[in-house]
């Protein structure tokens, strides 16, 4: 599970509500992906350096940033 510190939680906790709490927990590991990652930010980029580039549930981290319900 992902730990975020405090002064960014506090940031983001107002938009936690408009999320499952599955797909938060997905937006918020996109989310520091996407601060980490070099270059140009796509999901496929902030799972890899997220270490989540071996896993096979790649398609459940595009969701949360499509209309797809």
Do not use: C
Request: net charge positive.
């Amino acid at each position: 599970m992902l730990t975020l510190p405090n002064a960014i939680v506090a940031v983001l906790l107002p938009f936690a509500t408009l999320f499952t709490n599955p797909t938060w927990q997905k937006a918020q590991l996109l989310l520091v992906g996407a601060i980490l990652t070099p270059g140009q930010r796509t999901v496929a980029a902030a799972l890899r350096v997220m270490g989540r580039s071996d896993q096979g549930d790649y398609a459940r981290y595009h969701e949360v940033l499509n209309r797809a319900v």
